[in-house]
């Protein structure tokens, strides 16, 4: 059974770093697309970006695209997701997601729990 | 990109069949069949319902199927349920090799 557990709920000041996490379990974690979905409070899914474990490809939503890093480490199958300088308007639900792919292409196919990031002075 | 653009909302009583859109583009509904859709009830995980346009999961009801027609894609439930009461989401790839979801359809079943 696949799984995706991500690190708890965090209350950061603006101006500080923050790094969540996101442990695979039950597939070939070097071998599938994982990454991070946010939803701000009362508000819709966004796609941030993606990393391939296996050989670090990353990509990202022109919207997130320098706002904050995705990263792996393959020998603990965990995927992160990392700010260097949060803001209030990065209070949101995050959401670790793996992709599957079938006969024409991947999509987002399983969720972790979420990790609530708080960011407020 | 922009959000794909799906419906605030939609109704239906149980037992009715309802519809929920999802328009984009040609760079990314119009050119891909990988168009997914996503059910999340409230103050839960979103869960996938549909994948590749009209492919269910295991587990999931042959009530929910999924069609497209050009730029524009399709979530319909039929013999709709109270269960059925949830936020749904499309999802696409896109010609710049990312994802983008839709703005989200609130279903209320009455």
């Known amino acids: 059974e696949v799984q995706l557990v991500q690190s708890g709920a965090e209350v950061k000041k603006p101006g500080e770093s923050l790094k969540i996490s996101c442990k695979g379990s039950g597939y070939s974690f070097t071998n599938y697309w994982i990454g991070w979905v946010r939803q701000m409070p009362g508000k819709g899914l966004e796609w941030m970006g993606i990393i391939y474990p296996g050989d670090s490809d990353t990509r990202y939503s022109p919207s997130f695209q320098g706002q904050v890093t995705i990263s792996a480490d393959k020998s603990i199958s965990t995927a992160y997701l990392q700010w260097s300088s949060l803001k209030a308007s990065d209070t949101a639900m995050y959401y670790c997601v793996r992709h599957s792919c079938g006969s024409t292409g991947c999509y987002v196919a399983y969720w972790g729990q979420g990790t609530l990031v708080i960011v407020s002075s | 990109q922009s959000a794909l653009t799906q419906p605030p909302s939609v109704s239906g009583s149980p037992g009715q069949s309802v519809t929920i859109s999802c328009t984009g583009s040609?760079?990314?509904?119009?050119?891909?069949?990988?168009v997914s859709w996503y059910q999340q009830p409230p103050g839960t995980a979103p869960k996938l319902m549909i994948y590749e346009v009209n492919n269910r999961p295991s587990g999931v009801p042959d009530r929910f199927s999924g069609s497209k027609s050009g730029n524009t894609a399709s979530l319909t439930i039929s013999g709709l349920q109270a269960e059925d009461e949830a936020d749904y989401y499309c999802s696409s790839y896109t010609s710049s090799s990312t994802w983008v979801f839709g703005g989200g359809t609130k279903l209320t079943v009455l």
């Open positions: 040609s760079s990314d509904v119009g050119s891909y069949n990988r």
